[in-house]
């Protein structure tokens, strides 16, 4: 089993729709859990970074962590055309361990 | 402005042909990691450094080198490049203790 499991997609959704983007994964350890957002030919960008267990907002974007179930996701509200791109979900032992990454799942809106 | 280079952003080489890919970063970050990225298999770490003087293999370090002599600089030597080293690949810094990574432009290889 890999560490970290990430449905690749690709996600094609209509402009407005509420996009949900999710990870599992194996290892209880990782404590740091990251969404990065990948435009074609770009590097990854940090989007979203949660610590732990809950929720975190900000403007569209929500993270969630459950560790419990081993379980990450990102809502995307309200998504528009400009959010097509790879996610990739990252995590992290500590502060300072190389992160783990998913495989990336690839959304399109279409307007 | 904060940021990683990485040079060159994209080389055709044949076999064999020694090549290095340079990456800098301005923002005195500790840490560096060279990944690559391929389809279906994600992103993996091929070399990361702590610091200077100081690196460590990451999934993938067969048939890579890097060095780290100073902190801004963390260079991927490839010795004798083979076609399945043909990939994408991304140098990446953040600073200590931080949580964000900034990620490189990315260089695309193709080795024939």
């Known amino acids: 089993q890999k560490e970290v499991e990430q449905d690749p997609g690709p996600l094609s959704v209509p402009e407005g729709a509420i996009v949900s983007l999710n990870c599992t994964y194996s290892?209880?350890?990782?404590?740091?859990f990251m969404w990065y957002r990948q435009y074609s030919r770009k590097g990854p960008e940090l989007l979203m970074y949660t610590y732990s267990s809950g929720n975190k907002e900000d403007g569209r974007f929500t993270a969630q962590v459950d560790k419990s179930s081993k379980y990450i996701s990102l809502f995307i509200r309200d998504s528009q055309p400009s959010d097509s791109a790879t996610y990739l979900c990252a995590m992290e032992y500590s502060g300072n361990t190389p992160l783990v990454f998913g495989k990336g799942t690839r959304l399109s809106v279409i307007a | 402005e904060a940021q990683v280079t990485q040079n060159p952003r994209y080389l055709i080489t044949v076999t064999g042909k020694k090549l290095t890919v340079t990456c800098s970063q301005n923002m005195n970050h500790e840490y560096m990691s060279w990944y690559r990225q391929d389809p279906g298999l994600g992103l993996r770490q091929i070399y990361y450094s702590m610091n200077v003087e100081v690196t460590d293999k990451g999934d993938v370090p067969e048939g890579y080198k890097v060095s780290r002599k100073e902190k801004r600089n963390f260079p991927l030597i490839l010795e004798s490049p083979s076609p399945n080293q043909t990939s994408l690949y991304f140098c990446?810094?953040?600073?200590?203790?931080?949580?964000?990574?900034?990620f490189g432009p990315g260089t695309r290889l193709t080795v024939t």
């Open positions: 990446a810094s953040r600073g200590q203790g931080s949580y964000e990574q900034y």
């Open positions: 290892n209880s350890a990782f404590q740091y």
